[in-house]
C-alpha cells in the first residue's frame, strides 16, 4: 500500500534534490542570453516617441548655436561693469532681437539694446537688465558693480556640437524631441516594434463576452496582457486560447513563431498532468529555466520555440502579472532594442504585519496612504481584485523577515515597472 507523504506547511518549501532560482540569478540569464530581436528603421523625429534608439546620436549643431541675451537689455563690454560708481554709457542706434541681430559692432564704452534671445553683437558681452537701467534714448545709466558676461548664455554651453546627446537604446520622451530638434535632428534611427504575442491556455476559459457553464472561468489574463504590452509601446498580437491539448497546442505555437517576435503564454508552466506548455518547451531541449524562487510566479517556463522566446507565465491572474512585470518587461525591452531597466523604488515605512519565511523573494500588491504603503489583505494568486487596487508592488528578497508597521519596506510604483 502506497503511503502519502506529509503535507507541508509551505508549498514553495525547497523539494529535495531541486535548486530553486534566485530572481536575481533569473534576471541576469534573461539579460544575459536575449539580445536584440527587431531590425532598424528611420523616422521622422515627431513619429519617434515611445521607440528605442537603434545608434548614438550627435548634435549637428551646438546649443544654443551663438552666444545670446537671457533677458531685456543694454548690453556693453562687460570690463567697464567691475566699477562701484554709476555708470553712463551712450547708446548706439539699433538693436539686437532674436532673428534680428545686429550687423554691427558695438564700441567699447557704448551700449545698445538687446531683447532677450538675440545673438550678442560684436564688443557685447554683459547684459544690464532693462528694469535697471535709465535711458533718455542717448544715454543708458545704471549702477555698478556687474559681474561680466552677467544674464548672457554662452554658445554651447549646454550641448556642443558633434557631442553625443542620446545614447543607443534609449527610449525617446517628448522632452528628448525638444532636445534632438534643438541640435538640427530631424530624423531619428529607432528600432522596428517588437511584436509579442500572447496566448491562454486551458480548457475552462472562455471569452467574457459568453455564458459561462458551470467549471468555466473567463479569460482574465489574455485581455490584461495584451493591454500591459501595449502600454509598454510594443505591437501586441492576440493569439487566442489554445485548449490543454499538445498537438493543439503546438499547432498554436507554430503559427505565433511565424508572426511574433515573442510569445507570452499563461497557463501550463508548472509540471502537472496538463500543464504541456512546459512539457513542450521541455521536449525542444530548449527550456531556459523555470521555478523561481519567487512568490507569487512560482511555476515560470521560458524556452525557445523555433527560435522565437517564450515566456510561459502562471495562470492565476496574479502570478501572470507579476511575473510579466517583473521578468518579461525588462526582458522585452532588451529584445525591443532598448537598455535592460532597472525598476526605481523607495523605502517606505509599512502600515503592514508580514511574517516572511527565507528562501525566495515575494512581491505584494501595494499602495501609499498618507506616507506609508499598505499591502492587500490577501497574498493569494486568483485575487485579481488586488491589482486594481494596487498602485505598486512591495519586494522582499529572499532572507527571511518579520515587517511591523512602521519598518521601511522598498516599494516600487506601477509606472516604475513602465505600467
Known amino acids: 500500500m502506497i503511503t502519502p507523504p506529509p503535507l507541508r506547511d509551505d508549498c514553495f518549501a525547497l523539494p529535495a534534490g531541486v535548486d530553486w532560482m534566485p530572481v ?247 509540471a502537472g498532468a496538463e500543464d504541456h506548455m512546459s512539457a513542450l518547451l521541455n521536449s525542444t531541449g530548449s527550456m531556459a529555466l523555470w521555478r523561481v524562487a519567487v512568490k507569487p510566479g512560482r511555476p515560470l517556463a521560458m524556452g525557445l520555440w523555433q527560435g522565437v522566446p517564450v515566456f510561459g507565465l502562471p495562470g492565476n491572474p496574479v502570478a501572470a502579472f507579476v511575473c510579466t512585470a517583473i521578468f518579461a518587461a525588462p526582458a522585452l525591452q532588451q529584445m525591443a532594442g532598448g537598455c535592460w531597466p532597472v525598476p526605481h523604488g523607495f523605502s517606505v515605512p509599512a502600515a503592514f504585519h508580514k511574517s516572511k519565511k527565507p528562501g525566495r523573494s515575494e512581491f505584494l500588491r501595494a499602495r501609499i496612504r498618507e506616507g506609508r504603503v499598505e499591502a492587500f489583505g490577501s497574498e493569494g494568486s486568483g485575487r485579481i481584485s488586488g491589482l486594481s487596487w494596487a498602485e505598486g508592488l512591495v519586494e522582499l528578497g529572499q532572507e527571511a523577515a518579520t515587517i511591523k508597521p512602521g519598518d521601511k519596506v522598498r516599494f516600487i510604483p506601477f509606472n516604475a515597472l513602465g505600467l
Open 24 to 270: 536575481e540569478t533569473a534576471l541576469a540569464l534573461l539579460k544575459e542570453k536575449l539580445t536584440c530581436r527587431v531590425a532598424s528603421t528611420e523616422l521622422p523625429l515627431q513619429q519617434a516617441v515611445g521607440r528605442f534608439l537603434s545608434s548614438d546620436l550627435y548634435a549637428r549643431r551646438s546649443s544654443p548655436p551663438h552666444a545670446n541675451s537671457a533677458v531685456d537689455g543694454y548690453g556693453f563690454d562687460g570690463t567697464l561693469s567691475d566699477q562701484s560708481a554709476p555708470l553712463v554709457l551712450p547708446l548706439i542706434k539699433g538693436r539686437a532681437a532674436a532673428g534680428q541681430p545686429y550687423q554691427g559692432s558695438v564700441p567699447k564704452g557704448s551700449a545698445i539694446q538687446v531683447l532677450t534671445g538675440a545673438a550678442l553683437p560684436k564688443g557685447v558681452d554683459t547684459i544690464m537688465l532693462q528694469e535697471d537701467v535709465a535711458t533718455d534714448g542717448k544715454e543708458v545709466a545704471f549702477h555698478g558693480p556687474l559681474r561680466q558676461g552677467k544674464n548672457t548664455r554662452l554658445m554651447g554651453e549646454d550641448i556642443q556640437a558633434g557631442q553625443c546627446v542620446l545614447s543607443k537604446g534609449r527610449k525617446i520622451t517628448v522632452a528628448d524631441l525638444g532636445l534632438l530638434a534643438s541640435v538640427g535632428i530631424a530624423d531619428v534611427p529607432v528600432c522596428e516594434s517588437l511584436c509579442v504575442g500572447v496566448l491562454s491556455t486551458g480548457d475552462e476559459l472562455i471569452e467574457a463576452s459568453q455564458s459561462a457553464d458551470f467549471g468555466q472561468i473567463y479569460d482574465a489574463n489574455r485581455p490584461m496582457l495584451l493591454g500591459l504590452l501595449r502600454r509598454l509601446g510594443y505591437a501586441a498580437v492576440d493569439l487566442g486560447k489554445a485548449p490543454d491539448d499538445p498537438k493543439n497546442l503546438r499547432a498554436q505555437l507554430d503559427n505565433a513563431a511565424s508572426k511574433c517576435d515573442v510569445i507570452l503564454t499563461s497557463g501550463g508552466a508548472s
